[in-house]
T-cell receptor, first 111, second 115 residues
C-alpha cells in the first residue's frame, strides 16, 4: 500500500516562530488531508488539499501531487498550536476510500 | 459546517465487557469508516461500510468487532469482549463519495480505556 512519511518527527518552537512540516507519499493520491490532534486526542481537520495551496489564518498548506509531497506552514506559532499534526492520503486505486495516515509530527510551542 | 459527532467522548470499561461506540455521520453521506489510534501511534484504518455492508476491513478488525447502522442516522462500532489492547482512540469518519475528489470528515473521537 501507499507509504506516508512525515518530517520532522518532533519540533520544538518558541512562540512567534514559523515552521514547515512535510508529508511525502509514495504513490499518486486523489485525496490528502491535514489534521491537528489536540492534547485531548481529538482530531481537528485543518485542510482538504489534494493539490494546490490553501490558507486558513496562520496556517497554510501546499500539495504538489506530481512530486508526491505536501507542506503545512505554521506562522507566528502560539502555544495552542501544540499537538500532533497528521497527514493522511488516499490512493485512487484504493476502492473503498480508506485513508493512510503518516506517523505525525509532534509540535511543542513554548512561551 | 456539518460535522461528525461521536459519543461518548471517553468510555472506561472492564476487560471482557462489551462496548458500543456511537457515531452520527453527516446526513447525506453514504460511506462510513472507523479508525483506531493506540496511544502514541498512528491512526489506523479498521473498517469501511457502505449500503449496510462492510466494504473493506483491516486485519485488526477481527471477530470481536462488528459495525452496524441501526437507523438512518447512527453508525456504531461494537467490541464484544474487550481486551486491554483495545484501549485506544476510535475515530468515526464519513464521506459523500469515494470516487473523484472528496473530503472525508472525521469525528472528534472516543477514548476507550479498558482496565
Amino acid at each position: 500500500g501507499i507509504q506516508v512519511e512525515q518530517s520532522p518527527p518532533d519540533l520544538i518552537l518558541q512562540e512567534g516562530a514559523n515552521s514547515t512540516l512535510r508529508c511525502n507519499f509514495s504513490d499518486s493520491v486523489n485525496n490528502l488531508q491535514w489534521f491537528h490532534q489536540n492534547p485531548w486526542g481529538q482530531l481537528i481537520n485543518l485542510f482538504y488539499i489534494p493539490s494546490g495551496t490553501k490558507q486558513n489564518g496562520r496556517l497554510s498548506a501546499t500539495t504538489v501531487a506530481t512530486e508526491r509531497y505536501s507542506l503545512l506552514y505554521i506562522s507566528s506559532s502560539q502555544t495552542t498550536d501544540s499537538g500532533v499534526y497528521f497527514c493522511a492520503v488516499k490512493n485512487p486505486t484504493d476502492s473503498w476510500g480508506k485513508f493512510q495516515f503518516g506517523a505525525g509530527t509532534q509540535v511543542v510551542v513554548t512561551p | 459546517e456539518p460535522e461528525v459527532t461521536q459519543t461518548p467522548s471517553h468510555q472506561v470499561t472492564q476487560m471482557g465487557q462489551e462496548v458500543i461506540l456511537r457515531c452520527v455521520p453527516i446526513s447525506n453521506h453514504l460511506y462510513f469508516y472507523w479508525y483506531r489510534q493506540i496511544l502514541g501511534q498512528k491512526v489506523e484504518f479498521l473498517v469501511s461500510f457502505y449500503n449496510n455492508e462492510i466494504s473493506e476491513k483491516s486485519e485488526i478488525f477481527d471477530d470481536q468487532f462488528s459495525v452496524e447502522r441501526p437507523d438512518g442516522s447512527n453508525f456504531t462500532l461494537k467490541i464484544r469482549s474487550t481486551k486491554l489492547e483495545d484501549s485506544a482512540m476510535y475515530f468515526c469518519a464519513s464521506s459523500e463519495s469515494i470516487t473523484g475528489w472528496y473530503e472525508q470528515y472525521f469525528g472528534p473521537g472516543t477514548r476507550l480505556t479498558v482496565t
